[in-house]
């Protein structure tokens, strides 16, 4: 009898013990930190890893930490790059040199056979384009959040283009003689043809304006879209006003003219193979480019010719007042501060015709 009692009260459990069972106590255990130095604790994480499992910690931790670009700004760039199939890609996290396999949202058009597919990267978000071999214009065009996993589908654009960029909810792509342009959620694209002597060599949006550098004479000008409303596929409505002088060819030779910015400022980054980086700065008081031998601590990234982002100062693992540039197989460093240009191979890669080379991803753009 006394054996059968003991055995109903092993059967049910102290009142304690079903408050420990609450769903809410199991997924949201005390936290470690107090929650006002949880901001101060994620400035401190340069992984997407280690943020997301501190974001999974509570939902008190969860609602301090939502994706911003505060709380993620000292989150390191990220090269995306060709993996061993044709199909995955990984993110190769350079301070810790560690990587992340990563598959490309595949759309109808890419999964079938005799499509060329591109990647262009917008910050922390990446432009998917897909097409026939033997058919022009692009039909699939997606852009995709790398953090968050939103994807928007754009409009089957009109042209062909070389290049995306991206401002808010303004898309504007590019060839060197022609720009399409449309707002995320309209229905279709519109378009500019460019006059021979405006041929364009590189853009770049800055605080929603558009810059170019243009070939006649090597000069820089800003671009005034055609309102929305005023126009309807004008291919005459671009305005050009131009910055400075242009550049003699001859004094700076066979060289590549790239638009970058760094903390809302326009600059021209001058390159040569084997010469490293002169970088201007426009000066729109003065009305001309300056040069500057430093960043203020700030970092570049460019792929090939391209400028791709920009990092503040004192960012771990990353050399401040240094211009990071990737190739198809190496990633260079050039310092502006000692004009020393160090190559550094990033991992494996194998050449891919048709495809793309490494690109970078900025989390802290988000």
Known sequence: MATANRRRRSRSPPSTASLSRS??????????????????????????????????ACRAYRALLPLTPSNLASQAPLLLVPCDDSESRALLHLPLRRIHRFRLPQTGLAATHDV?????????????????????????LTIVHIVTGERVSLPSPPRDFDRILLSGDLVVAWKYDNIIYCRVGAPKWRMASISLSNYLQHLILVKDTLYAVVDSGQRVAAIELPDDDNNNNDKNGLKFTYLGAGFDTQEHGTRVFSLAECRGELLLVISKMNE????????????????ITNLGGCTLFFAGSY??????????????????????????????????LDGDATCSLREEPYRWPPLWIFPSMC
């Open 307 to 340: 400028f791709s982002g920009y990092l503040g100062p004192d960012h771990p693992g990353i050399r401040g007042d240094c211009i990071y540039d990737t190739g198809s197989k190496l990633r260079f460093v050039f310092s502006l501060i000692d004009r020393s």
């Open 23 to 56: 769903p809410t106590v199991a997924t949201d255990p005390p936290p470690y930190f107090l929650p006002e130095l949880i901001p101060e604790v994620a400035k401190r994480l340069t992984s997407l890893q280690d943020f997301f499992a501190l974001r999974a």
């Open 116 to 140: 060329v597919t591109e990647v262009h990267t917008l910050g922390c978000r990446v432009a998917i384009s897909n097409r026939y071999y033997s058919r022009l214009p692009k039909r699939d």
């Open 276 to 291: 490293g980086f002169h970088v201007l700065q426009w000066q729109s008081e003065e009305g001309k480019w300056v040069r």
